[in-house]
């Protein structure tokens, strides 16, 4: 059964640790990712995009997918479906589709349209008992044709969007999404710790996971970051993994490839990932 994530990040932040979102990109990934959340004892956030949703054939498709495995593969851990950098629209898609979860990226509005907005969304979520998460500054990089530079937040800005009602706040401290280029200057500390100061007990969100440091992101934890976004790492190593069979030429037999041996590479690939972020995280053994 799919659960909200307030409650899962709620108990991150109190306990000082944090509850990894890894996006869904097809049945492997995601059967993937809940077996290793269930073997390790660890809260599980499946985050999807809009292309992602698109690609996958709809929200209906992926509840419907997500709630079977749910069942069929006997996941007991806390398992909230997440829509990623949701738009308006497509919040109030995964509200009536089953989603547990939705993020409102309203980052790139003015800040007055981006409160209005995220309000209607929080009373529209809340009265289904779904989670909502808010953006305030733009997070770097391009993740599914959501660009952003990079900007930091600003703490009061964050302190408005906090108020609203949302359950957690992704502020953007320095983050980009993909890989970090050689001149990334890192996570400003010094903003997280003034958005902590204006939000309280409100969990931090951490988007674009993937190559920041062990040390940084168990600082970010310290500072009052309970869930973190992990996507391109799992691109990259369910990439390699695939690649490397496919080179290796096995599986041919005159007959072409049998997609189930092809892919089941990328699923250890996978699973790997997700319990090396979860041990950094600290999550294992936290449902």
Known sequence: MLVSATEMLQK????HYAVGQFNINNLE?????????????????????????????GYDVIVG???GLIKDQNITVPVALHLDH??????????????????????HYAIDENVAKTKEIVAAAHAKGISVEAEVGSI????????????????????????????????????????????????QFDVLDAIQQKTGDMPLVLHGGTGIPTEMIQKAIS???????????????FAAATRKYI???KDLEGKGFDPRKVLAPGFEAIKATVKEKMEIFGSINKA
């Open 140 to 187: 770097g990089g391009e993740e599914d044709g959501v660009i952003g530079m990079g900007e930091c937040a600003d703490p009061e800005e964050c302190k408005m969007v906090a108020e609203l009602g949302i359950d957690f706040l992704a502020a953007g401290i320095g983050n980009i999404h993909g890989k970090y280029p050689a001149n990334w200057a890192g996570l």
């Open 86 to 107: 949701g738009s308006y629209e497509h919040c109030y898609k995964c509200i009536e589709a089953g989603f547990s979860s939705v993020m409102f990226d309203g980052s």
């Open 12 to 15: 991150a932040k109190a306990g």
């Open 65 to 67: 997918m997500v709630n």
């Open 29 to 57: 990934w995601t059967k993937a990712i809940l077996l290793t959340a269930q073997e390790n004892n660890s809260p599980v956030i499946l985050g999807v995009s809009e292309g992602a949703g698109k690609y996958m054939g």
């Open 247 to 249: 080179e290796e030429g």
């Open 223 to 237: 500072l009052g970051v309970a869930k973190i976004n992990v996507n391109t790492e799992c691109q990259l190593a």
